[in-house]
Nanobody, 117 residues
């Protein structure tokens, strides 16, 4: 498993921006796909964005506003969030998943993002 620690969450006004970071321990990070998920109160955890084998995919609700990236040299993944809306309010989780069988998921502790005026 990969140890993951998110940072960068906080309170932001609608229309504002935040950049989340996910710091991973160890060089094994490069052998995992990476993603961001979020969970709002009373809702299921949902996909925000993933990088799988070099390809990016986004949830429909964030497409065009959020950008996922990774820097393997720094063992860090990022989520740039622009044009934030109140409905983006949630706990955001970083995820790393092995590329080969057996599939093993690693999760960060989560970071709170609140979009409110």
């Amino acid at each position: 498993q990969v140890q993951l620690v998110e940072s960068g969450g906080g309170l932001v006004q609608p229309g504002g921006s935040l950049r989340l970071s996910c710091a991973a321990s160890g060089s094994s990070f490069i052998y995992n796909d990476v993603g961001w998920y979020r969970q709002a109160p009373g809702k299921q955890r949902e996909l925000v964005a993933v990088i799988r084998s070099g390809r990016t995919n986004y949830g429909d609700s964030v497409k065009g506003r959020f950008t996922i990236s990774r820097d393997n040299a720094k063992n860090t993944a990022y989520l740039q969030m622009n044009s934030l809306k109140p409905e983006d309010t949630a706990v955001y989780y970083c995820n790393a998943r092995t590329k080969w069988y057996p599939v093993v998921d690693s999760w960060g502790q989560g970071t709170q993002v609140t979009v409110s005026s």
